[in-house]
């Protein structure tokens, strides 16, 4: 009963972690139509940069929202310089993003070096938990907490606010959003620009679960294809819906049958791309 109890809990509360980390992921590919492969590396710099930032005794939350402000920042010149110049040639943008996240990940190594660096939770975190008479740690559910909180400012930015409809409209029919005066090039600097901040956040959020550690970009970035891909592109409530699917297989699925992981949790993607090949919320896109 603890095992199934513990599990669930930790399923749930990487759920929310994963719904940071997907959410731009999937708003950027469903405006860029391209799959930002420095998403990943987004959230690996986020950690360290919350990292840095508390070793200079700034406090925790403090630290994750300076992080997720500095990708965004990084990501804005990433579109900017880089993405923009190569507009309309969607390969070359998506070697470009493999080859930035390449980048991000050594000058990484290079300044933290390949030790995992902790990111400590505030103190009044640390303590666990009793729940039904079980131990659970209560960082995980302040994280669950946390990405509920940014689903429902995401879901008002999009669905109460001229700017979200703007981004609709672009991730429904781009030629259309030119054609009635709507500035696509300003929507893909603030859509990616809000990607990375939230990937640079979900970083700091999951670093005193994870650590921050080099490999953390490719360990992270095939989550978020997966849930993308089952969630449907371009869906908040598909990257909502498609985080609790892939937060419960991975982490039953690594609890349960530690050397078929990645298999357990590649087949429903598999499964998807047959059945549903725009995935389960492919008609109620946000």
């Given at each position: 009963?603890q095992?199934?109890?513990?599990?669930?809990l930790?399923?749930i509360?990487?759920?929310?972690l994963?719904?940071?980390?997907?959410?731009?992921?999937?708003l950027?590919?469903?405006?860029?139509r391209?799959?930002n492969?420095a998403?990943?590396?987004?959230?690996?710099?986020?950690?360290y940069?919350?990292?840095?930032?508390?070793?200079?005794g700034?406090?925790?939350?403090?630290?994750?929202?300076?992080?997720?402000?500095a990708?965004?920042?990084?990501?804005?010149?990433?579109?900017?310089?880089?993405?923009?110049?190569?507009?309309g040639?969607?390969q070359?943008?998506?070697?470009?993003?493999?080859?930035?996240?390449?980048?991000?990940?050594?000058?990484?190594?290079?300044?933290?070096?390949?030790?995992?660096?902790?990111v400590?939770?505030?103190?009044?975190?640390?303590?666990?938990?009793?729940?039904?008479g079980?131990?659970?740690?209560?960082?995980?559910?302040?994280?669950?907490?946390?990405?509920?909180?940014?689903a429902?400012?995401?879901?008002?930015?999009?669905?109460?606010?001229?700017?979200?409809?703007?981004?609709?409209?672009?991730?429904?029919?781009?030629?259309?959003?030119?054609?009635?005066g709507i500035?696509?090039?300003?929507?893909?600097?603030?859509?990616?620009?809000?990607?990375?901040?939230?990937?640079?956040?979900?970083?700091?959020?999951?670093?005193?679960?994870?650590?921050?550690?080099?490999?953390?970009?490719?360990?992270?970035?095939?989550?978020?294809?997966?849930?993308?891909?089952?969630?449907?592109?371009?869906?908040?409530?598909?990257?909502?819906?498609?985080?609790?699917?892939?937060?419960?297989?991975?982490?039953?699925?690594t609890?349960?049958?530690?050397?078929?992981?990645y298999?357990i949790?590649?087949?429903?993607?598999?499964?998807?791309?047959?059945?549903?090949?725009?995935?389960?919320?492919?008609?109620?896109r946000?």
């Amino acid at each position: 009963m603890q095992f199934w109890l513990i599990q669930t809990l930790n399923s749930i509360a990487f759920a929310g972690l994963l719904f940071l980390l997907s959410a731009g992921f999937s708003l950027i590919f469903g405006l860029m139509r391209m799959p930002n492969l420095a998403h990943g590396a987004f959230f690996m710099l986020g950690a360290y940069f919350g990292a840095s930032f508390m070793s200079f005794g700034i406090n925790f939350w403090a630290a994750a929202l300076l992080a997720g402000l500095a990708v965004g920042v990084l990501g804005v010149l990433l579109e900017r310089l880089l993405l923009r110049r190569l507009a309309g040639n969607t390969q070359g943008q998506v070697l470009v993003t493999l080859g930035v996240s390449f980048i991000i990940a050594d000058v990484c190594l290079v300044v933290w070096t390949g030790d995992p660096v902790p990111v400590p939770a505030p103190a009044w975190l640390r303590p666990p938990l009793l729940l039904m008479g079980f131990a659970f740690p209560t960082y995980r559910l302040v994280v669950l907490v946390v990405a509920i909180v940014a689903a429902v400012l995401l879901y008002l930015l999009l669905e109460r606010t001229r700017l979200g409809a703007m981004i609709r409209a672009g991730v429904d029919d781009m030629e259309m959003a030119r054609g009635v005066g709507i500035r696509v090039s300003l929507l893909f600097m603030l859509v990616f620009m809000l990607g990375a901040a939230l990937a640079g956040l979900g970083g700091t959020i999951g670093g005193p679960i994870m650590q921050a550690y080099p490999g953390l970009d490719a360990d992270m970035l095939p989550l978020a294809l997966v849930v993308v891909i089952l969630g449907g592109v371009g869906s908040l409530p598909g990257a909502f819906v498609g985080s609790l699917v892939v937060g419960f297989i991975y982490n039953f699925g690594t609890a349960l049958f530690p050397d078929f992981a990645y298999v357990i949790l590649f087949l429903p993607m598999v499964a998807a791309l047959v059945l549903m090949p725009e995935g389960l919320f492919a008609g109620a896109r946000q």
